[in-house]
């Protein structure tokens, strides 16, 4: 029985660990791209992809962070500010995680705490801001904007 908490206890600790690791990639990523008006080349990191995988695999406690840090570096580009349409695709993505489209449950306060925040640093009112992309997109699939 000590094996299965050491066990757990050594798993805990690789998933803290690659969470933290993630969160300094992110932040890395962002500052060497995005702050200095840099792309994120698609081939590369495809950020919608890599969220919508997470979502899938059940892998968004410790990606959504990632996502979050690298974009938080939208604050000091003076490209990649609203309307760029790379920035509202990603972060409309984010927001439907935020929402909990498609799922049973809200995300977890964590996840949800660091959405928030990147909004706020972003100065983007989702509800507001978001709003034409999230309608157009349910025009597209002929479900009511409402």
């Known amino acids: 029985s000590s094996s299965s908490s050491s066990s757990s206890s050594s798993s805990s ?3 803290r660990i690659l969470s933290s690791v993630l969160l300094t990639l992110g932040q890395w990523i962002g500052s060497i791209t995005l702050a200095v008006d840099r792309p994120i080349w698609l081939r ?3 950020l919608k992809r890599v969220l919508s995988n997470a979502k899938q695999q059940g892998n968004l406690d410790a990606v959504v962070p990632f ?3 690298i974009l938080s570096a939208c604050c000091e580009s ?3 500010r609203l309307p760029n349409p790379w920035l509202l695709a990603v ?3 984010v927001y439907c995680i935020r ?3 498609g ?3 809200a995300p977890p306060q964590l996840q949800a705490f660091a959405i928030d925040i990147l909004f706020r ?3 983007i009112d989702p509800k507001k801001d978001l709003a034409d992309v999230v309608s157009t997109e349910k025009n597209a699939t002929g479900a009511n904007p409402e």
């Open 13 to 15: 600790d690789s998933y």
């Open 121 to 123: 640093k972003l100065g």
């Open 99 to 101: 929402r909990g489209d």
């Open 78 to 80: 003076r490209v990649f």
């Open 103 to 105: 799922e049973r449950a």
């Open 44 to 46: 590369l990191i495809d």
């Open 91 to 93: 972060l409309r993505a």
């Open 67 to 69: 996502v979050v840090e």
